[in-house]
């Protein structure tokens, strides 16, 4: 397993931005897709964004496409969320996850995560 450690999250008003960081250790960061997951109170895991291994191929989900942005930089080991125009609808916490090869909306295991909260 890679270990993965989240930043960056925290409190911002509705419309506002956020840049999240996940940090991955070990030297086969730059095989793996990687993805976005977020979870908010009650509400089942859900699939924000994946990156394939390169950086040039994206995926994200519907209910951030044209907000977010999914990057990475693979001599730094990190993957990146940038989060514009946010919603309350966005509270959550956010998971940085290497997801299954074949379907980028399922984790195979994740980070503890960081909470971004967005008030209105």
């Known amino acids: 397993q890679v270990p993965l450690v989240e930043s960056g999250g925290g409190l911002v008003q509705a419309g506002g931005s956020l840049r999240l960081s996940c940090a991955a250790s070990?030297?086969?960061?730059?095989?793996?897709?990687m993805a976005w997951f977020r979870q908010a109170p009650g509400k089942e895991l859900e699939f924000v964004a994946g990156?394939?291994?390169?950086?040039?191929?994206?995926q994200y989900a519907d209910s951030v496409k044209g907000r977010f942005t999914i990057s990475r930089d693979n001599a730094r080991n990190t993957v990146y969320l940038q989060m514009n125009s946010l919603k309350s609808e966005d509270t959550a916490n956010y998971y940085c996850?290497?997801?299954?090869?074949?379907?980028?909306?399922?984790?195979?295991?994740r980070g503890q995560g960081t909470q971004v909260t967005v008030s209105s």
């Open positions: 996850a290497l997801p299954r090869a074949t379907d980028w909306t399922v984790p195979r295991y």
């Open positions: 070990g030297r086969t960061f730059s095989n793996y897709a």
């Open positions: 990156i394939n291994w390169s950086g040039s191929s994206t």
